[in-house]
């Protein structure tokens, strides 16, 4: 084999001319001398400049910030993380295969370096697609879970209708006889005691057909156009007295010259009435004595973002995936019927709004309300 001669200032570097002749950039490293040479693939690549200043310099440009030293070229082995500039100014990623060149004594090293652009490029696909495919499945979840609300609300506003009619009629002769019953002069005090604890749960039970048929009448509401910021108001005027003797500070913020919406002013005021009044509960169930519950009103792109936040108790993982859940509820028993935030749901499914919890324990509570303008929603059916 032919052999040329690289003349170093110590010694002679042997480079065979099949080298030269290689595709592969190539660098041949002499560890005795420092001398570093490269083959004209490499220079028509990297130019030959570049290899005299891996010499004079201590590191190369390294991306992921991975120091390396000359001493890189006396390792053998595969190193990734290195990035050349070319000739033309791109900066181009490589590895480094390095191998022992010649006899061990004179400690020379073969460097294969080999354009690993195609392979970065790659990997940045796959990560991307690897993030797009965790969108999707997020809101594939979502929009199942979704689907499960609708589901389990469709088939209880099926069932409440004629639950409700059932046994309405039965309660009513139990709370009339009960009544009477209870003006009788001859009645023991436990016969009392018994007869006013039926009255309390036939009352109760009343209250829970109550809300049923509410329920149930959520389809045939009309809709007509509504002012989101009326709403806040009028509910404000209502709960703020009562919020106010309870020590509980109501804070109601909202834009100017807010669009109106598509709803049911009164259903609105009812879902409205029903998130503040469970972030009261949430807060007198923390005992907190410097209450606050927040009404921030907004508008983004024709739609608006009702959010009523409070520092009460919060809610765990699990409360959180049930609170829309029908009949689910934290309050003690006999202190709520469980279906005041389902109701909440489906009524703002009918306007075409969508709600989201966050909340933490001990941290309290914020539900966001999202609702499209009636300007946007003429705009999509345009």
């Known amino acids: 084999m032919a052999v040329k001669k690289l003349k170093t200032q110590p010694q002679t570097l042997m480079v065979p001319e099949g080298l030269y002749l290689l595709p592969t950039p190539v660098l041949l490293y002499q560890k005795a001398t420092g001398v570093l040479w490269s083959n004209p ?38 190193h990734e993380g290195f990035v050349l500039d070319t000739i033309q100014g791109r900066k181009v990623p490589v590895e480094l295969k390095v191998t022992h060149y010649g006899d ?53 506003g099926e069932l409440s209708s004629g639950i409700a009619h059932e046994l309405n009629q039965p309660l009513q002769a139990i709370m009339g006889f009960s009544q009477e019953l209870q003006h009788l002069e001859k009645l023991s005090p436990t016969g009392g005691e018994f007869l006013q604890d039926i009255v309390n749960a036939s009352k109760k039970m009343a209250e829970i057909i109550r ?14 156009a509504t002012s989101v910021d009326h709403a806040v108001e009028e509910v404000s005027r209502l709960m ?21 919406v598509t ?42 973002f009702i959010k009523i936040s409070d520092n009460g108790c919060g809610m765990d993982p699990k409360t959180r995936e049930k609170v829309f859940d029908p009949f689910f509820t934290t309050k003690e028993v006999g202190q709520g019927t469980g279906l005041g935030m389902s109701i909440s749901y489906g009524i703002l499914k009918k306007f075409n709004a ?23 929603l003429k705009g999509e059916s345009a």
Do not use: Y
């Not at 130019?47 to 120091?67: C, Q, T």
């Not at 061990?104 to 991307?128: G, M």
């Not at 009562?242 to 669009?259: F, R, S, T």
């Open 104 to 156: 061990a004594s004179e400690e020379c090293f073969l460097v294969l370096v080999e354009d690993v652009s195609s392979k970065v490029e790659l990997e940045k696909q796959l990560i991307q697609n690897h993030l797009e495919l965790q969108n999707a499945f997020t809101q594939l979840k979502t929009t199942q879970e979704a689907l499960v609300q609708a589901a389990k609300l469709a088939s209880l």
């Open 41 to 78: 693939s490499f220079e028509k690549e990297f130019g030959v400049a570049l290899a005299a200043r891996f010499v004079n310099k201590s590191h190369l440009h390294v991306i992921h910030e991975r120091p390396v030293t000359l001493d890189i070229f006396s390792m053998v082995g595969r």
């Open 211 to 224: 809300s049923l048929r509410s329920f149930a009448r959520q389809a045939g509401e009309e809709l007509s």
């Open 263 to 304: 709803a049911n002013p009164i259903q609105l005021e009812q879902v409205l009435m029903n998130l503040i009044s469970n972030a009261r509960d949430a807060i007198e169930q923390a005992k907190r004595r410097d209450g606050k519950i927040k009404v921030q009103v907004s508008n983004r792109e024709n739609t608006l």
């Open 240 to 260: 703020n007295h009562q919020l106010m003797q309870k020590g509980i500070a109501l804070e109601v913020k909202a834009d100017e010259n807010l669009p109106l």
């Open 354 to 376: 969508e709600i989201k919890v966050e909340s933490e324990p001990d941290r309290g509570s914020e539900f966001t309300i999202t609702i499209p303008s009636i300007s946007k």
